[in-house]
């Protein structure tokens, strides 16, 4: 036998219930920078909404994106608003009015044919804007629309406040909604997120690198870079791209934090994918092991394996095999037999009753009318001491160092004897093609009852046990 290194064994971890002080003030500004990608994320396709109801968060972060408002709809906007600031004098500047309104209805017409909303991706937008207008004044033309709106005798003869009012309030917020955005020398939208989002990467870098180091010092067998692949998920809190994949490392850190219990949300949420792949997974490993040995047994692997025993690798001092074995005997002879001693006693009587009716000498005692009997007195007489004498025998030998001896020698000449007679060509082709098919037998049988298991019934059957288990 080769001895292995007696110092690998099985090692145990203490599992803390308290969690340090940085490990929850780490799981909190993972929340916050996480709530802040959120933001970021969501600005310019909720801009609109942010602009209605919180403006001042749009005058803040707008620069960070790189938006400024768009020269051709602001310019719109300011002559809007000079016309509304010229009509609503004592005694408008009639020559200042009728030049504004002309000067809106050349900027209609530009913009509808140059559309400045494309550069933000508000077509949308760009199209209720001329929708709106059409169905105000009843035309399919969105160009004659604006330049009728625009027209002094429109707005005197359809009430000059109701119809500003009605740009106010319909058109004005949907021309606000649109800007102009930078991009860089790569091509790119300009995006300084990165401004809040690097002190967040430092700390979780940092974080990283020290949980990193602390398990390859924990734990001997584990290098820095071992430790880093088991706190894989980790790298995204750092990555400055896929910031929304970061929900996993923060999902991870609140729960073992202690500060959001998610054992039941991850059980709810893997239980169909996870069994599911149990359920593939078992079919996988079952059909690999069974093929395995199936090709093992037909290319003879498993009669080398029996014939030529190679060097038995064992990690003590201790021959499992011969201690099982003795075990067994023990029980066996000191256990079982007595139990059965009953039953030796009457096959031992049957059998030798049938062998003494068979022979002659038997059939000759049967026609003597006194000595009839005896080969039945004969027999039962001795059964009863073939049995108590084997048991004794057997109970007394083998405490019996030399007896023992004698039981070890005969199982290495039963071994010796079946492996010269497994030897015989015909012999091993026969059991090779009777284990193989009956390989495959099980192989078939095996799929055919999992095709009528549910793999969802044999999750719910685990956590039950589960829930038993942790009542107890």
């Known amino acids: 036998m080769v001895q292995l290194n007696p110092g690998i064994h099985r090692t145990t971890s203490k599992s803390s219930h308290q969690v340090s002080w940085w490990a929850k003030l780490v799981a909190i500004l993972a929340v916050i920078n996480y709530l802040l990608v959120l933001f970021d994320i969501s600005y310019i396709p909720w801009r609109d909404l942010y602009l209605r109801e919180v403006p001042s968060i749009v005058a803040f972060y707008d620069p960070f994106k790189g938006i400024e408002p768009h020269r051709v709809t602001e310019k719109y906007l300011k002559t809007v608003d000079e016309l509304e600031q010229q009509l609503h004098q004592v005694e408008p500047p009639v020559d200042r009015v009728n030049l504004l309104l002309e000067s809106l209805r050349n900027q209609s017409v530009t913009m509808i044919d140059e559309n400045p909303f494309s550069v933000a991706s508000k077509l949308g937008t760009f199209a209720k804007i001329k929708k709106r207008i059409r169905q105000h004044l009843n035309t399919e033309s969105s160009k004659e629309a604006f330049k009728k709106f625009w027209s002094s005798e429109y707005l005197a003869s359809n009430g000059l406040d109701a119809e500003l009012d009605f740009f106010d309030k319909q058109i004005r917020p949907l021309f606000q909604s649109n800007y102009f955005r930078h991009v860089d020398d790569n091509g790119h939208f300009v995006d300084k997120f990165w401004w809040f989002d690097i002190w967040f990467t430092v700390i979780f870098g940092i974080d990283f690198l020290t949980r990193s180091f602390l398990i390859s010092t924990q734990h001997p067998g584990i290098n820095w870079l071992d430790a880093m692949l088991r706190r894989w998920y980790d790298v995204l809190l ?175 000449d039963f071994n010796a004897a079946l492996s010269r007679e497994l030897q015989n060509e015909h012999t091993l082709s026969e059991i090779q093609s009777l284990l193989s098919d009956w390989l495959e037998e099980v192989k078939l049988n095996y799929f055919q009852g999992l095709a009528d298991i549910d793999p969802q019934v044999t999750l719910a059957e685990v956590e039950e046990l589960q829930e038993k288990i942790g009542r107890n």
């Open 238 to 412: 750092i990555l400055p791209f896929w910031r929304w994949l970061r929900i996993v490392p923060v999902t991870v850190r609140l729960h073992q934090a202690r500060l959001v219990n998610l054992e039941r949300v991850f059980v709810h949420i893997t239980y169909g994918p996870v069994a599911y792949i149990a359920d593939k997974v078992s079919k996988i490993i079952a059909v690999r092991f069974i093929n395995n040995v199936q090709d093992a047994i037909q290319k003879g692997k498993v009669t080398n394996f029996i014939l030529k025993p190679r060097k038995y690798l064992t990690v003590n001092n201790i021959n499992e095999e011969q201690v099982i074995i003795d075990r067994l005997l023990q029980l066996l002879i000191y256990k079982v037999l007595p139990q059965v001693q009953p039953d030796v006693e009457v096959l031992l009587h049957h059998s030798i009753e049938v062998a003494f009716k068979e022979s002659s000498v038997y059939q000759n005692f049967q026609k003597l009318p006194v000595l009839g009997n005896m080969p039945i007195q004969a027999t039962e007489q001795l059964v009863n001491n073939l049995a108590q004498t084997a048991v004794k025998v057997l109970t007394s030998s083998y405490s019996d160092t030399k007896s023992r001896e004698i039981f070890y020698r005969l199982r290495e």
